[in-house]
């Protein structure tokens, strides 16, 4: 089970990224994909969980309505769009993976229930 995240750079505030989440090794209808990140001197927090059907999408409070997440069962990709970017998005992101079942609707938000975790990709939002 491996997991890549790329897609993260530099951008102006009021910006957009994408961050790709390459899975190898599994196929992505049996597992909960999460995003998550991680300020310098701040624990990592969730930002955002999608289920393994896709259907079922989980937000913190300060993502909503800025970000959203996808993915692609043919290319075995999860991706976080993120617009209207601000500084205080700023963080390491990585993406993790929980097997939950053949296409359920179950999200997984926090980080301890994440056994498979990829590389972060670094996102600077500059004001």
């Known amino acids: 089970v491996q997991l890549q995240a790329c897609g993260g750079g530099l951008v102006q505030a009021g910006g957009s990224l994408r961050l790709s989440c390459v899975v190898s090794g599994f196929t992505l209808d049996y597992y909960a994909i999460g995003w998550f990140r991680q300020a310098p001197g701040k624990e990592r927090e969730g930002v955002s969980c999608?289920?393994?059907?896709?259907?079922?999408?989980h937000y913190t409070d300060s993502v909503k309505g800025r970000f959203t997440i996808s993915r692609d069962y043919l290319k075995n990709t999860v991706y976080l769009l993120m617009n209207s970017l601000e500084p205080e998005d700023t963080a390491v992101y990585y993406c993790?993976?929980?097997?939950?079942?053949?296409?359920?609707?179950?999200?997984?938000?926090?980080?301890?229930?994440?056994?498979?975790w990829g590389q972060g990709t670094q996102v600077t939002v500059s004001s």
């Open positions: 993790a993976a929980r097997t939950t079942g053949f296409r359920t609707p179950m999200v997984i938000v926090t980080t301890d229930q994440y056994p498979y």
């Open positions: 999608i289920s393994s059907n896709g259907r079922s999408k």
